[in-house]
């Protein structure tokens, strides 16, 4: 993607957040500082219970299909993403009114061993899955939470809204007047200002990190009466340079970096707050 800023030699027409958060990356030990933020380390392989294991390495070596599938829908997750596992898992009958697609479906299960069959199910959650509770763990370790009705009293210090995904959606929608599907990931007040924001993190270019970049640019585009909404971006948006020199260009990262609105690493959340101390 082409650029329509002089990054290197303009800088200061960057919006002041995100040229900020790329003289973070820049300048600091930014990855190993984001690790406070994003504990990617807890992403650990959820090992089953040892009865279970032996259930589901029984009934793959014995190809009891019947037995095999009976332990797997009564897992969180399926060893592979299938389309229909959903329907077979969830609708009554449906397993049993469809033989061919259970052929099919126990046809890939078989053509992996038992110990990958495992290996997969014991997998941890997709990353993106992962990261928005960990940015909410983070958020109330570092910053005073308040219920609904204190935080809508207070007019003095930064705070935080506690409230559960309903509460904080109805709260955003009613007494905000913000027009949102979901709570966002930060419902902040500093002083009288309220502050909401979407917060991700973006390990490279290309895929679904587009689309999480598309939904950040999207959600800081429609501000609306006096409520602030910022992004709350981390990882590679904030690179410029690749291994060999050359000016990182992927799509991502310029429409982070030339963005006009205020979109910012969670490593400077504080700071950003601290412009509505005053």
Not at 236 to 260: C, D, H, T
């Amino acid at each position: 993607m082409k650029r329509t800023i002089d990054i290197i030699k303009n800088p200061e027409k960057l919006n002041l957040w995100v040229r900020k958060s790329i003289e973070l990356f820049k300048e600091t030990a930014y990855l190993d500082n984001i690790q406070e933020v994003y504990p990617f380390e807890s992403a650990l392989p959820l090992r089953k219970e040892d009865e279970i294991r032996r259930e589901i390495i029984q009934a793959h070596h014995n190809r009891n299909t019947e037995r095999l599938l009976d332990v797997l829908i009564a897992q969180a997750k399926f060893p592979y993403e299938d389309p229909i596992w959903y329907l077979v898992k969830e609708v009554k009958d449906c397993a049993r009114k469809n033989p061919q697609q259970i052929k099919r479906i126990a046809g890939i299960l078989y053509s992996m061993t038992a110990e990958e069959a495992l290996a997969r199910l014991e997998s941890p959650p997709k990353l993106n899955q992962q990261t928005g509770p960990m940015f909410g763990a983070w958020l109330r370790k570092n910053f005073e939470s308040l219920a609904i009705e204190q935080f809508k009293s207070s007019d003095h210090g930064t705070f935080i809204l506690e409230a559960s995904e309903e509460e904080g959606k109805k709260f955003v929608g009613q007494v905000l007047k913000q027009d949102l599907e979901k709570r966002p990931d930060l419902v902040a007040k500093v002083n009288s200002q309220y502050i909401i924001g979407e917060a991700k993190w973006i390990g490279q270019p290309g895929g679904n990190q587009g689309k999480q970049v598309s939904e950040v640019l999207k959600f800081c585009g429609n501000q609306r009466g006096n409520v602030r909404r910022i992004g709350i971006v981390d990882g590679f948006p904030w690179a410029l340079y690749k291994r060999n020199g050359r000016l990182i260009n992927s799509k991502e990262a310029i429409l982070v970096q030339e963005s006009p609105y205020d979109i910012l690493s969670a490593l400077l959340l504080r700071d950003y707050f601290c412009r509505f101390l005053s």
